[in-house]
C-alpha cells in the first residue's frame, strides 16, 4: 500500500458518466478530458509549519474535488493512482 508523506494524499480517480437529457451516455473523449473527481486512498500526516504538525483534514473513503492537472500519476500494483498535495484539493463531496 502506498502511504504519503508530509502533506499529500493519494486518491483513486473516479470515472463519471456523463448523460444528455435525452439519457445517452457519453465516452470519455466526448465527455471530458480528465476527471477531477477522485476517493481519498491514504492520507499523509501533514504539514510541518514553525515546528507544530497541522493534520490534513481528510479521511479514506471520501469523494473529493482536486485541481484539473495538479499531482503526479503513480501506478502501484497494475492500479492508478494520483498523489497530490492537500493544498491542490478543493472540495469534499458530501452525498
Known sequence: MLKP??????????????????????TTKEAKDE???GEV????????????LIPIDLKKGQR???????GTDVTYDKKDYLLIS??????????
Do not use: N, Q, R
Open 64 to 70: 473529493v474535488i482536486y485541481k484539473k492537472y495538479s
Open 86 to 95: 492537500a493544498e491542490d484539493i478543493l472540495a469534499v463531496v458530501e452525498k
Open 35 to 37: 476527471p477531477s473527481l
Open 5 to 26: 508523506l508530509h502533506d499529500y494524499v493519494v486518491l483513486e480517480k473516479v470515472k463519471e458518466e456523463v448523460k444528455t437529457a435525452s439519457g445517452i451516455i457519453l
Open 41 to 52: 486512498v491514504a492520507v499523509g500526516p501533514g504539514k510541518t509549519e514553525d515546528g507544530k
